[in-house]
């Protein structure tokens, strides 16, 4: 099942720099531990901002979410999931 | 070059019924072939909603704005493109 | 898998009356069923608009939007979708 | 007589951790004290997001802001409330 | 119970002048009669625009949403209902 | 002459909460003071929000200026004036 | 008492072309005779929109609603009123 | 001095096809004359909108509004312009 | 050549108060001198905000955008301009 | 391949000032060591606005992305890129 989701981080002000690179090298280790197990499908750079497109493929709601929300940086980032469904037209 | 594009359809009021359907199966032939192509990598429909989200795989800006405008729908959705970047956790 | 979805129905302006009349006889219909089924678990009025608010109970993302789009009101309808999952704090 | 609510968590940076795991566990109670009055009818987690959408059932507007006033979080949530009435197609 | 509704007028464009006429005749008519029962507590109009502030004195949700759609104009409006509470700052 | 005004009180998370309790409390004679004179005419809590709507009668914009900037919780709340005429179907 | 008024005009598209430069042509007249009467005291084009800024001079809110919904264009127009003060730095 | 323009295409459903492609015709060679007058300096496609980005280089507001009302597309646009002024860092 | 000009003031929450005061003197010396000159035609306070509408009447884009950028409150405002042109039914 | 970015620059409050300054130096000198490669075209001040609109000839979305995400200011602004594509009335 799958679903489109938008990340926008926001860095923290406050956060000493080596805290927040420590949380994006966990995020970067968790990021690609799911992509190889298939849960993180696809995952994007949007052009000129600290965001990403991401494509997840998951069995449940419960499921995304808690992906989602273990995500190092996700008390850093504004996250929108919008859910996806097969088109009638593609060949996949 | 990936491109993330969500497009909305907005039926026409005053097209004839089987006009429309016309027209619907044409873009489906047409996005069935760049599919094929491998120009259209990926296409989601919105659940609950008559939009898609699609990833296109161009050369350029013009190649994809030429996609784009010459779908049979084109003149009866609202196209909105975000460019897209390699991200440094994708494993891909 | 619980989703909740707004619904702002849209009148047609050219549409004959009697023929609204009856899209909404089948609209009525086919809610109560699927909530007879456990499939659209609640379903409120919006107070001062012609629109709802639901719950849907569904088996996935395919499945919502096959319910959904097979609304007799589809075509005439706004409709937003969102993901929700269980929260820590429902003793549910 | 029903509302959805939705509420939106915004984390204080400067309070400490600590601190907001007692609000937080304080917010437990008070949600699931609610929810065995039956005034709290429906509890769910927006996936991705710090959020909820709740269903509370009240006698009064003045009944809900004081609940809603009262809880635990108030200070760090963004509300918003929606009056909703009985739906002419709801079996329930 | 109060609740603030704001009502935009949208006059429709294929309705014949008269018709027109007659609906809003019935409209004044249906308010002058729900502000001398004291439901229709106050009615303001919105400098420059073809809309109003309303505040609603009523029994629940429901009787709200009743007495609302059956406005004349209630097909040519859209409405929108925050609910009030009595605030403790208020003397009244 | 009336105004419709909805204030939003954004809390300052820099002051200490004894003095911003000294301004709530400050507010509160002033917005009875007002009342009392009839200029604030009626003040209602938004239903869930740390907001109200309110309704002033003044003289002229820059009296309303005057009164407005002068409520002690001015700088730290966002408002909104709407200017209000009588509308045709009023009964006051 | 001063108000900035912000007119967007959208053209009728049923409208015979001759009966709609015949409500131009009585609404030149009437903003021209306004602007002798000091009432309308400035009227600006918005560059490369159908649009104006105007700033009127009245006696109350209600002189100013009677003013702006006798606009020859008023039902083919969309107007926001924002009610202005004495700004302490104004020499004038 | 210069400004950017974003033009909207609106294409009017009740417009015949041979009208509009006039229309356009006209429209083409009024942007070519002014592209080699320097008027209209840069002319750009959004990619997947029926939309450009321009930039206009005129002596007055008055001269570019003069130049963006004659546009044959005009009625059909909706367009936003935006003024601009030299930058520090650029090297032109 | 005319502008209009919308400022919202944003106080910095860090500075403290005199320095603020002796920003804002030093804003109103300014603004009065431009008034004095000609060039800042009108101010007006927004009834309810810490915000003005002003007209400016400059040479050039980049005139004004060197009499905004002096501003002393600059920093610590949000500003946006609106380019005016002469209105064909302005008797200025 | 063109691109027009534009470009909010957010002033961060806790930087000493002479840090910030060190900053825009940098980000002048790379701003015009690219004009001079020609990747970027072009670079307009908003009119009293902190912000840019820019437009970048470049290879690809990757290389466009490694540009702007390398800006010494980079982590002060909010971007917005839109792809931009060969207009058929340009003449350039």
Redesign the interface.
């Given at each position: 099942?799958?679903?489109?989701?938008r990340m926008d981080v926001q860095?923290?002000?406050?956060l000493p720099a080596d805290t927040f690179e420590a949380i994006k090298a966990r995020?970067?280790a968790y990021?690609?531990d799911l992509?190889?197990q298939g849960k993180w499908q696809?995952?994007?750079?949007?052009?000129?901002?600290y965001a990403?497109?991401s494509?997840f493929d998951v069995e449940?709601?419960?499921e995304?979410?808690?992906l989602?929300?273990a995500l190092p940086l996700f008390?850093y980032m504004k996250?929108?999931?919008?859910?996806?469904?097969?088109?009638?037209?593609?060949?996949?």
């Open positions: 099942m799958l679903f489109l989701v860095v923290p002000q406050h995020e970067k990021a690609e992509q190889r696809a995952l994007y750079r949007v052009v000129g901002e990403n497109y494509v449940s709601n419960d995304l979410h808690a989602l929300s008390p996250l929108h999931v919008t859910p996806l469904a097969k088109h009638p037209s593609s060949i996949r």
